[in-house]
């Protein structure tokens, strides 16, 4: 197989990018495609960022050059959201089921992996984010109805919303991957604004449930250089520590956001100030 590889940029270099400079480094399109798993590579925290949909026979999640083992587990962590219909994610030799929204932290170590749907028809859609590891912790599936949520933004300013914390301390142990899902209230079309950046880590979206004709807005870069992605279903965005992460949309949408980098404290975050933004 191939797979994509992507560098990591110095913000001054960012500054001087057009769009579509912006959009090969920093936007991931293609993540879904049938019966293929897609890869990529970044050296942003050495995340793999990845699609799998199974409508045939089941599709085995395989081990990249780029990546230096065996196996892709041999010494990494993964994380899989299933934003299809439903399916089986099989780690070594235990069938994991996920429901549409679900999720599956699989820890170093535990054996090969890949991805079935129950109906061909209707095939799961799964999104991967693995990051490196230093411990092997246990194979977790993670049920939305499990999710540790909270409900934050208001009505008045665009940014009502339900996070679902789901790969995170509260929920499973991690070396270093947090994830989780956020669904904007309808009406509401505003993602993290007020914006922040955590140099400790780098971050990934993946945007998804807009209609074929919608669109988020995502803005990134440094502050006082921001630059903007447009967006459709299915895309990703690599978001570097030095970088703002929000967007808005032309309706509600939900996103899936990875993290990884020197702790898992989901509240570590600087804020960037309104009137700071450029």
Not at 146 to 175: E, K, L, Y
Request: hydrophobic share 40%.
């Amino acid at each position: 197989m191939t797979i994509d590889i992507r560098q990591a940029s110095h913000p001054e270099a960012v500054r001087r990018y057009d769009t579509a400079q912006l959009r090969r480094h920093f936007l991931v399109e293609d993540l879904f495609r049938p019966d293929a798993v897609s890869l990529t590579y970044s050296h942003y925290e050495r995340f793999v960022i990845g699609g799998a949909v199974p409508t045939g026979a089941p599709l085995a999640l395989p081990c990249p050059k780029p990546l230096g083992t065996a196996s892709f587990l041999e010494r990494r962590e993964l994380g899989v959201f299933n934003i299809g219909g439903p399916g089986l994610v099989t780690v070594g030799a235990t069938h994991h089921r996920l429901a549409h929204r679900d999720a599956l932290y699989a820890g170093m170590g535990a054996g090969d992996v890949a991805f079935a749907s129950e109906d061909p028809a209707d095939p799961a859609r799964f999104y991967l984010l693995s990051t490196p590891a230093h411990a092997a912790y246990e194979t977790v599936v993670v049920p939305l109805a499990q999710a540790r949520t909270m409900s934050p933004g208001d009505q008045a300013t665009g940014n009502r919303r339900t996070i679902h914390q789901m790969i995170h301390p509260a929920v499973c142990r991690t070396c270093q991957l947090v994830m989780g899902m956020t669904q904007l209230e309808d009406g509401n079309l505003w993602n993290t604004m007020p914006t922040h950046v955590h140099d400790r880590r780098s971050e990934v979206y993946l945007y998804f449930g807009l209609a074929a004709d919608a669109r988020v807005v995502h803005l990134m870069g440094e502050p006082t250089e921001t630059r903007h992605l447009v967006v459709a279903d299915g895309d990703a965005v690599i978001s570097p520590n030095w970088s703002i992460h929000s967007g808005v949309g032309t309706r509600a949408y939900a996103f899936i956001w990875g993290m990884g980098g020197d702790n898992v404290d989901y509240t570590d975050m600087d804020a960037v100030a309104m009137e700071a933004l450029r």
